[in-house]
């Protein structure tokens, strides 16, 4: 079947480096997506990595190894406006999104 | 502002109501989806349409009907719901659904309690 795991909830210290993973196995796979979804808004798109390696933006990173199924989004410099789910989706080879359930980021002062 | 809206953006209906969601994106996609997004649970995608045909239809049941009139607006047409239909329904646009590069964009969701 087809899978995405992430952690449910992670907490961080402001101005502190938060790293948020995620695992998948999917049939196929046409690149992983992160967004981030404050509460009650849409989720906004955060990142995209089809190839291995490290994609940054900003204050923003995205890791993938397509050889271990993983990803992670590293979040630097945090601010509390950071605080928000950031949810993990992996496409798979009919080009639908596999969606993890979420990692709920707490932003302490 | 994702250039997706949705409305009503909160909606209480009884179990034996008749109610449409409503979205429209402003960036010239083809593909357009609806996602149903409960508490703590992956986001579950209920109905794709590309260049306004259906093409995936995730064993969502009959008490939904999506309508796609044009490939602008998507519709979500709601009767007889029951309690655990209650969620956030979210649509979302990407250009189409040819690459792996295809972003999805989405709208603020419809709040939805069925009483």
Request: hydrophobic share 30%; proline share 4%.
């Amino acid at each position: 079947g087809q899978n995405i795991d992430q952690p449910t909830e992670m907490t961080a210290t402001e101005g502190a480096i938060v790293q948020i993973n995620c695992t998948y196995q999917t049939s196929g796979f046409n690149g992983l997506f992160w967004y981030q979804q404050h509460a009650g808004e849409a989720p906004t798109f955060l990142s995209y990595n089809v190839l291995d390696g490290l994609e940054e933006k900003g204050r923003f990173s995205s890791f993938l190894s397509r050889s271990k199924g993983y990803s992670y989004l590293l979040l630097k410099e945090l601010q509390m406006k950071d605080s928000a789910s950031y949810l993990c989706a992996a496409m798979d080879s009919n080009y639908q999104l596999i969606w993890g359930a979420g990692t709920k980021l707490i932003i302490k002062p | 502002e994702t250039g997706v809206t949705q409305t009503p953006r909160h909606l209480v209906m009884g179990m034996t109501n008749k109610k449409s969601l409503k979205c429209e994106q402003h960036l010239g996609h083809n593909a357009m989806y609806w996602y149903k997004q409960s508490a703590k649970k992956p986001l579950e995608l209920m109905f794709v349409y590309n260049f306004k045909e259906q093409t995936e239809n995730n064993s969502v049941p009959s008490r939904f009907s999506p309508e796609c009139p044009n490939s602008s607006h998507l519709f979500l047409h709601l009767h007889t719901l029951q309690p655990e239909d209650s969620a956030l329904y979210l649509c979302a646009s990407s250009q189409d659904m040819s690459g792996g590069t295809d972003t999805q964009y989405f709208g603020p969701g419809t709040r939805l309690t069925v009483l």
